[in-house]
């Protein structure tokens, strides 16, 4: 067994100390005698090839993401289809908001020796125009306040998550509607948009959870449609999107369950991918079931189970 630490060296900008994990990690290898790799990373996708590069080699390999949600995702699309490779994230960026959704267990995957002695399960991943996502894909005003969120998170005083607060107002300023041509299982829409997202975890954009039900365990992804909105509108939708009370707004967001979803338009838009950009005019979403392993750290209970108790509260 191989363990490959990817270290991204601009995550978390100034908040997180690089020198410490890279010191956590020493000791922690050193002290159980196991052998290991640390990677820094140089670039957007030097991630994903990198774990690919390791993965082709056929032994089993353990991957740690130190970053954020935009190195993990680069991680699992490396590691996707390799039946000998998992992935598992260890935070150290922006938002962190792929572990979210484990709740109080969100706390060991910081916790080294729990992800060395955690067990790696199967679970989904989504595919845009071939860049794979574990975590949410969106397009619109969501995409570029998560787009541009590392223009201000650097910022002195501002910092890690108020970044999303300034992006987000910077945005809505710059215009909150466009234009798009949405299938989603079959069914066409077309006009303006405020936003879509595709959900395979539950959180993102430093804390937004639009639905609370999602889980890259049920083969499924939860697609929200937002139609356009004024700027009073979405200050009063705010809430309701980001605590995942959809349902109770069926006239403004449109909720479908499933696996396909294309967006299209004239114009090339952007698509944030875990934080990370993709430019098209047309964008295909396939979700792909049991797409990449995934290492839950020891202790740490399945994701099914925390969604069946997160909705039993909701």
Same mark, same amino acid.
């Given at each position: 067994?191989?363990?490959?630490?990817?270290?991204?060296?601009?995550?978390?900008?100034?908040?997180?100390?690089?020198?410490?994990?890279?010191?956590?990690?020493?000791?922690?290898?050193?002290?159980?005698?196991?052998?290991?790799?640390?990677?820094?990373?140089?670039?957007?996708?030097?991630?994903?090839?990198?774990?690919?590069?390791?993965?082709?080699?056929?032994?089993?390999?353990?991957?740690?993401?130190?970053?954020?949600?935009?190195?993990?995702? =680069?991680?699992?699309? $490396?590691?996707?289809?390799?039946?000998? &490779?998992?992935?598992?994230? /260890?935070?150290? +960026?922006?938002? @962190?908001?792929?572990?979210?959704?484990?709740?109080?267990?969100?706390?060991?995957?910081?916790?080294?020796?729990?992800?060395?002695?955690?067990?790696?399960?199967?679970?989904?991943?989504?595919?845009?125009?071939?860049?794979?996502?574990?975590?949410?894909?969106?397009?619109?005003?969501?995409?570029?306040?998560?787009?541009?969120?590392?223009?201000?998170?650097?910022?002195?005083?501002?910092?890690?998550?108020?970044?999303?607060?300034?992006?987000?107002?910077?945005?809505?300023?710059?215009?909150?509607?466009?234009?798009?041509?949405?299938?989603?299982?079959? =069914?066409?829409?077309? $006009?303006?948009?405020?936003?879509?997202? &595709?959900?395979?975890?539950? /959180?993102?954009? +430093?804390?937004? @959870?639009?639905?609370?039900?999602?889980?890259?365990?049920?083969?499924?992804?939860?697609?929200?449609?937002?139609?356009?909105?004024?700027?009073?509108?979405?200050?009063?939708?705010?809430?309701?999107?980001?605590?995942?009370?959809?349902?109770?707004?069926?006239?403004?967001?449109?909720?479908?369950?499933?696996?396909?979803?294309?967006?299209?338009?004239?114009?090339?838009?952007?698509?944030?991918?875990?934080?990370?950009?993709?430019?098209?005019?047309?964008?295909?979403?396939?979700?792909?079931?049991?797409?990449?392993?995934?290492?839950?750290?020891?202790?740490?209970?399945?994701?099914?189970?925390?969604?069946?108790?997160? &909705?039993?509260?909701?």
């Amino acid at each position: 067994m191989r363990h490959l630490f990817i270290l991204n060296p601009v995550a978390g900008g100034k908040k997180t100390d690089k020198e410490a994990v890279r010191q956590k990690i020493r000791a922690v290898m050193a002290e159980r005698g196991e052998s290991f790799e640390l990677y820094e990373t140089v670039g957007i996708m030097d991630a994903a090839e990198k774990v690919k590069r390791e993965a082709i080699k056929g032994d089993e390999l353990r991957v740690y993401a130190c970053g954020g949600d935009g190195t993990l995702s =680069e991680c699992a699309h $490396g590691a996707a289809g390799f039946k000998n &490779a998992a992935v598992t994230h /260890y935070p150290c +960026g922006t938002g @962190n908001d792929f572990v979210r959704m484990f709740g109080p267990d969100a706390a060991l995957f910081s916790d080294l020796d729990a992800l060395l002695d955690g067990k790696s399960e199967p679970v989904d991943i989504v595919d845009v125009n071939g860049r794979k996502c574990l975590n949410i894909a969106s397009i619109g005003i969501d995409a570029r306040v998560g787009l541009d969120v590392h223009k201000y998170s650097q910022l002195p005083v501002i910092g890690g998550a108020g970044g999303y607060v300034i992006s987000l107002l910077v945005n809505v300023i710059k215009g909150i509607n466009s234009h798009f041509r949405v299938t989603a299982e079959g =069914e066409t829409l077309e $006009g303006e948009f405020a936003l879509i997202c &595709a959900c395979n975890g539950q /959180y993102y954009g +430093g804390g937004f @959870n639009p639905s609370r039900i999602a889980s890259p365990e049920d083969g499924l992804l939860d697609i929200l449609i937002v139609k356009a909105v004024s700027r009073f509108t979405l200050a009063r939708l705010l809430k309701v999107y980001a605590s995942g009370q959809y349902a109770t707004r069926p006239d403004i967001i449109k909720y479908v369950s499933g696996r396909h979803l294309v967006v299209e338009d004239d114009r090339e838009f952007s698509v944030s991918l875990d934080g990370e950009a993709l430019y098209t005019k047309r964008a295909v979403f396939r979700l792909i079931p049991g797409g990449v392993n995934l290492i839950y750290p020891k202790g740490c209970r399945h994701i099914a189970d925390i969604v069946k108790m997160t &909705a039993n509260k909701a």
